[in-house]
């Protein structure tokens, strides 16, 4: 389990903000997120709200620590590193009861200050890229929101593109009852801009190897167009499904036979393939190591 609870021992009477900053040696930045999340507790298991004088005995913090499974960045400097997800693995925790995440693998590396600059689902494989430090991290996630990366990603999709298309559709909730799904189909939506090249037909199964450049970085972007045009990604167990297998898969009702039975795999077949930026002057371009073999 990644989060901890650590105990401290209060001696006298002060508002938490100080204790934390004195007593815990916790920096400002991180007193304020703590407090934000609320993962400071008294004795009695009360959550201790900003500026609250504490009284009791002790406090106890619900503090993040990262373990390891072997998974090393496959690159790094002095700012930044990254890693190759393998499918499956969340990149964040959703709750305390959480176990393991990439998360634990980049504190664990590189302490506390590391973190996520982006995100991809759980099931997507391929490259993600981290911050060593919050300085970097600022610059890095501004980098994304300003579009100053390039991704591509690799998929094996249904049936046959034999051209290069450019889907600028917009995206939104899809409204219905699967929360998490997102739609083209509402009038209004933030834009959208995929572009996607052919690699490989099969045509024993109908399917290809694309290649899919997102220049947005909405909420399933690449799903969520590629079943826009008729051509949902491999393994896709909410979009390109009816409602019922999404649903059975979202509450973990949707065994591996099933999955390969609706969806043609038994994983999503999505990969971050490679990601080129400029940094510091510095051009980088780095690709994954991951065999493309597992997606053929």
Same mark, same amino acid.
């Given at each position: 389990?990644?989060?901890?609870?650590?105990?401290?021992?209060?001696?006298?009477s002060?508002?938490?903000?100080?204790?934390?900053? $004195?007593?815990?040696?916790?920096?400002?930045?991180?007193?304020?997120?703590?407090l934000?999340?609320?993962?400071v507790?008294?004795? #009695?298991?009360?959550?201790?709200? &900003?500026s609250?004088?504490?009284?009791?005995?002790?406090?106890?913090?619900?503090?993040?620590? %990262?373990?390891?499974?072997?998974?090393?960045?496959?690159?790094?400097?002095?700012?930044?590193?990254?890693?190759?997800?393998?499918?499956?693995?969340?990149?964040?925790?959703?709750?305390?009861?959480?176990?393991?995440?990439?998360?634990?693998?980049?504190?664990?590396?590189? %302490?506390?200050?590391?973190?996520?600059?982006?995100?991809?689902?759980?099931?997507?494989?391929?490259l993600?890229?981290?911050?060593?430090?919050?300085?970097?991290? #600022?610059?890095?996630?501004?980098?994304?929101?300003?579009?100053?990366?390039?991704?591509?990603?690799?998929?094996?999709?249904?049936? $046959?593109?034999?051209?290069?298309?450019?889907?600028?559709?917009?995206?939104?909730?899809?409204?219905?009852t699967?929360?998490?799904?997102?739609?083209?189909?509402?009038?209004?939506?933030?834009?959208?801009?995929?572009?996607?090249t052919?690699?490989?037909?099969?045509?024993? $199964?109908?399917?290809?190897?694309?290649?899919?450049?997102?220049?947005?970085?909405?909420?399933?972007?690449?799903r969520?167009?590629l079943?826009?045009?008729?051509?949902?990604?491999?393994?896709?167990?909410?979009?390109?499904?009816?409602?019922?297998?999404?649903?059975?898969?979202?509450?973990?009702?949707?065994?591996?036979?099933?999955?390969?039975?609706f969806?043609?795999?038994?994983?999503l077949?999505?990969?971050? &393939? &490679?990601?080129?930026?400029?940094?510091?002057?510095?051009?980088?371009?780095?690709?994954?190591?991951?065999?493309?073999?597992?997606?053929?």
């Amino acid at each position: 389990m990644p989060f901890v609870l650590k105990r401290y021992p209060v001696h006298k009477s002060q508002k938490i903000q100080l204790f934390l900053l $004195n007593e815990a040696k916790m920096s400002m930045n991180m007193v304020q997120k703590v407090l934000a999340k609320k993962r400071v507790f008294d004795d #009695k298991g009360f959550v201790v709200v &900003n500026s609250q004088i504490l009284e009791c005995p002790y406090i106890e913090i619900a503090t993040f620590e %990262g373990k390891t499974k072997g998974l090393k960045p496959i690159f790094e400097v002095d700012d930044f590193a990254l890693f190759d997800k393998p499918s499956g693995l969340m990149v964040h925790p959703v709750s305390r009861a959480t176990k393991y995440t990439l998360l634990d693998e980049i504190r664990y590396h590189f %302490g506390d200050e590391a973190n996520l600059v982006h995100r991809i689902d759980a099931e997507t494989s391929g490259l993600v890229l981290v911050s060593k430090n919050k300085k970097s991290e #600022k610059i890095l996630k501004m980098m994304f929101e300003n579009r100053k990366y390039v991704k591509k990603y690799l998929a094996i999709i249904r049936g $046959n593109i034999s051209k290069e298309i450019k889907i600028n559709t917009a995206i939104s909730k899809d409204n219905k009852t699967i929360r998490v799904k997102m739609t083209t189909k509402n009038f209004i939506g933030k834009e959208s801009l995929t572009f996607i090249t052919p690699i490989k037909y099969n045509d024993i $199964n109908n399917t290809t190897l694309i290649e899919a450049i997102p220049r947005t970085g909405r909420q399933h972007q690449i799903r969520v167009h590629l079943d826009s045009i008729g051509h949902p990604i491999l393994g896709d167990p909410v979009y390109g499904v009816d409602e019922k297998i999404a649903n059975d898969y979202l509450l973990k009702n949707l065994s591996n036979q099933d999955r390969l039975k609706f969806t043609g795999a038994k994983r999503l077949m999505l990969h971050s &393939n &490679n990601i080129s930026f400029i940094y510091k002057n510095i051009q980088y371009d780095i690709c994954s190591k991951q065999s493309i073999n597992e997606m053929l």
